[in-house]
């Protein structure tokens, strides 16, 4: 089936340590997104971008970063300049004019 | 600048009752999309409906409708007889016309009490 997945579903991230969080696609999507929900909170766009080997910074995304190496794949860093990284992060993916599709989500927490 | 506003934060109806969710928008895009999407407690979402801006026309899915006024910037959802299934944080979303600044409102919490 054609979808999003994220993984691992659950991180746990040492103080000073830097963690990457995976998301992979198969809908041939060009535009990928990263978002950031903190609890009891909506979304808040950290990356995206909208075609291959090109990215554009979101609402928040000091203390993060991306690559787009490939069409199916957009890995968020959350860098140890992020100081307060617990979160749950989703991605999604889309054509233009079309509904993002969401992934299940990664639930990133400090030890 | 666009944004997305869902007065109510959170919800809670008895089995069976009707709800309507409320979304008001701002936008200066003539031409613009609008999306509601639902959030269970496993953390995924879920889209329900698109609805592009030159489309007033309310639409009926089942126990779902949505309202959309563009005189008064708004989008509603209203689900008729709610079930406990229907508990979930909803969230209502504007984009330009193609894709480009996805903007999520901070969600409405629905609880739905048997």
């Known amino acids: 089936d054609g979808g999003i997945t994220q993984s691992p579903k659950y991180l746990f991230r040492k103080e000073g340590q830097n963690v990457t969080l995976s998301c992979e696609q198969n809908l041939n999507h060009d535009a990928m997104y990263w978002y950031r929900q903190d609890p009891g909170q909506g979304l808040r766009l950290i990356y995206y971008s909208q075609i291959v080997n090109d990215f554009q910074k979101g609402d928040i995304a000091e203390g993060y970063s991306v690559s787009r190496e490939k069409k199916e794949s957009f890995p968020l860093t959350v860098t140890s300049a992020q100081k307060n990284p617990t979160a749950f992060y989703l991605c999604?993916?889309?054509?233009?004019?079309?509904?993002?599709?969401f992934g299940d989500g990664t639930r990133l927490s400090i030890l | 600048a666009q944004k997305v506003t869902q007065a109510q934060t959170e919800i809670s109806v008895v089995e069976k009752e009707d709800v309507t969710l409320d979304c008001v928008y701002e936008t200066r895009d003539t031409t613009y999309y609008l999306f509601w999407y639902k959030q269970p407690p496993s953390g995924e979402l879920v889209f329900l409906i698109r609805r592009n801006s030159f489309d007033e026309q309310n639409e009926i899915s089942g126990r779902y409708s949505w309202n959309f006024q563009k005189s008064t910037s708004s989008f509603n959802f209203t689900i008729t007889a709610s079930q406990v299934v229907d508990s979930a944080v909803y969230f209502c979303?504007?984009?330009?016309?193609?894709?480009?600044?996805?903007?999520f409102g901070p969600g409405t919490r629905l609880s739905v009490l048997p």
């Open positions: 999604a993916s889309s054509i233009p004019l079309q509904p993002q599709h």
């Open positions: 979303a504007l984009s330009g016309n193609y894709g480009q600044n996805f903007v």
